[in-house]
């Protein structure tokens, strides 16, 4: 079932999703100092193309380092992405096929806003993150 979920969220929405998250990965990439946040989004991006079946969950000893980056990242391109999300859930809403999609999108905006300090791991391997 996550297989034909993945399939059908490619098309309707994880390209898009996932090329605004190379984009942002990208411009981060060539400024020097940001480059952990493009590594985050490239990250993400893999997230945004294939959801189902993975989740995220924080990783155990991101420190304050992480906590001043996401705040960085919140204002330079974490209220753009989850905007993105908003906008790609609202039409998959409106078909009943669309609205795990759209919840999936929506759940979305958590990691799109905090990247730093998040990791994301197979769902059938949620602690993976701390060595479990």
Do not use: E, Q
């Not at 490619?10 to 898009?16: I, Y």
């Not at 493009?38 to 420190?63: N, Q």
């Amino acid at each position: 079932m996550n297989t034909l979920l993945n399939v059908i969220w490619l098309v309707l929405a994880g390209l898009w999703l996932a090329l605004g998250y190379v984009a942002a990965g990208v411009v981060c990439c060539v400024l020097i100092v940001t480059i952990p946040f493009g590594i985050a989004s490239f990250r993400i991006a893999g997230y945004a193309l294939w959801p189902f079946g993975r989740t995220v969950v924080d990783k155990p000893r991101a420190g304050a380092w992480s906590t001043l980056g996401n705040v960085i990242w919140v204002v330079v391109a974490g209220i753009w992405l989850a905007i993105g999300h908003v906008v790609t859930a609202i039409p998959l809403f409106v078909s009943i096929i669309g609205i795990p999609l759209g919840i999936a999108n929506l759940k979305m905006i958590p990691v799109s806003l905090l990247p730093l300090g998040k990791d994301i791991v197979p769902t059938d391997r949620p602690f993976a993150a701390y060595g479990a």
